[in-house]
Nanobody
Framework: QVQLVESGGGLVQAGGSLRLSCAAS????????MDWYRQAPGKQRELVAS???????NYADSVKGRFTISRDNAKNTVYLQMNSLKPEDTAVYYC???????????????WGQGTQVTVSS
């Protein structure tokens, strides 16, 4: 099986920074796309940022210029550096990865358990 474990969430004042990490472990042969999503109370889960295996990144308009996604393929880990945080960034942040497991022939989606980010005004 495959597990994704997020860390780095917490409480921060507006204008502050946080760095989220998500490490994938298990019987992993390859990881394709890695993403960060977030879900605020009463809202749908939304895509925040995604990054391909070769490092091509895309961002939601609401976080462009403030957030940076990166990954370490050797460690099967994706990061989200969040700067200039705003109260509207408050949400549970989830990582998602397209994983090819050893012995299988197609990529499967896996999710982390989520980490809370709270930005106070």
């Amino acid at each position: 099986q495959v597990q994704l474990v997020e860390s780095g969430g917490g409480l921060v004042q507006a204008g502050g920074s946080l760095r989220l990490s998500c490490a994938a472990s298990g019987s992993i042969l390859s990881i394709n796309l890695m993403d960060w999503y977030r879900q605020a109370p009463g809202k749908q889960r939304e895509l925040v940022a995604s990054i391909t295996k070769i490092g091509s990144a895309n961002y939601a308009d609401s976080v462009k210029g403030r957030f940076t996604i990166s990954r370490d393929n050797a460690k099967n880990t994706v990061y989200l550096q969040m700067n200039s945080l705003k109260p509207e960034d408050t949400a549970v942040y989830y990582c998602n990865a397209e994983v090819l497991r050893v012995g299988l022939y197609r990529y499967e989606d896996y999710w982390g358990q989520g980490t809370q980010v709270t930005v106070s005004s």
